[in-house]
């Protein structure tokens, strides 16, 4: 039997499905990871009496996100399919969703994240989409974000506190040190377990429909760019393959 490494949990009543994270020590969202996340989403999409999914990571971080070794060139379009498959269906998703963010929330993290509707931060929380420092892009940030907050997060891969993050438009709620569960139950528990599910499911359809086009059309060009573009380059493999090396990169700008 393979290990399993996400949780699904559903409360007495049925109204918030919880799936958590849970692959030591940082929750790397490898294909492995993913070939669990993904039908742990469809089943509690298909929950009709469903109000809202939680999202978690277990442990000290949310995540560190994709396997850096699932982005060298024999690897990286199962890896892009693969976590572009869950990105898509927590998009796609028929109810509200929350995600709690403590610890390192860092480049597929951060997709993650993004893919969900309302994002509740630990105050020390650290949230980063790092990619250009490795010379590659994060195709589904790419897709979901706009504007100037898309410029800063993408093309400096900078650090963002979780106060940052929510001047930007990332994190709608901060939580005390030590307080995020506590935090996302009582959210939880005011604004979505005393409302109909069915009504949720259809203000949640009229939100993200209209949007659902937009969002896979940047998608596909962000990773047609990624695989036809970067990855035949020098430089889309030599930050990759440098990090792995544990060495500085030679840059040859092209």
């Not at 958590?20 to 490898?30: A, M, R, S």
């Not at 294909?31 to 442990?59: M, N």
């Not at 005390?176 to 259809?202: C, M, Q, W, Y």
């Amino acid at each position: 039997m393979s290990d399993a490494w996400v949780r699904h949990d559903v409360s007495a009543d049925g109204a918030v499905h919880t799936i958590t994270l849970d692959k030591p020590p940082g929750n790397v969202i490898d294909s492995s990871l993913c070939a669990q996340l993904t039908p742990a989403i469809e089943a509690a999409a298909a929950a009709t009496d469903a109000k809202v999914l939680v999202l978690r990571g277990a442990g000290r971080h949310f995540s560190f996100g994709a396997s850096v070794e699932e982005h060298l060139r024999d690897k990286a379009a199962d890896m892009l399919a693969n976590l572009g498959g869950v990105i898509r269906a927590l998009v796609g998703f028929p109810y509200p969703t929350v995600v709690g963010v403590h610890g390192a929330c860092l480049g597929g993290g951060l997709e993650l994240v993004l893919a969900c509707g309302i994002v509740i931060a630990d105050e020390g929380a650290t949230l980063a989409s790092p990619e250009i420092q490795l010379g590659v892009l994060p195709p589904a940030a790419t897709a979901l974000l706009a504007g100037r907050a898309a410029e800063d997060v993408i093309l400096t891969g900078r650090n963002f506190t979780a106060k940052e993050a929510r001047r930007i438009g990332i994190v709608n709620v901060i939580a005390k040190s030590g307080e995020l569960d506590v935090t996302i139950n009582a959210f939880v528990d005011e604004h979505f377990v005393p409302r109909s599910a069915f009504s949720l499911r259809k203000a949640t359809k009229a939100l993200r429909d209209g949007r659902l086009a937009a969002f896979e059309q940047r998608l596909d060009t962000a990773e047609r760019v990624y695989l036809e573009e970067l990855l035949p380059s020098h430089d889309g493999v030599e930050g990759i393959q440098a990090f792995l090396d544990k060495r500085p990169p030679q840059w040859s700008n092209n």
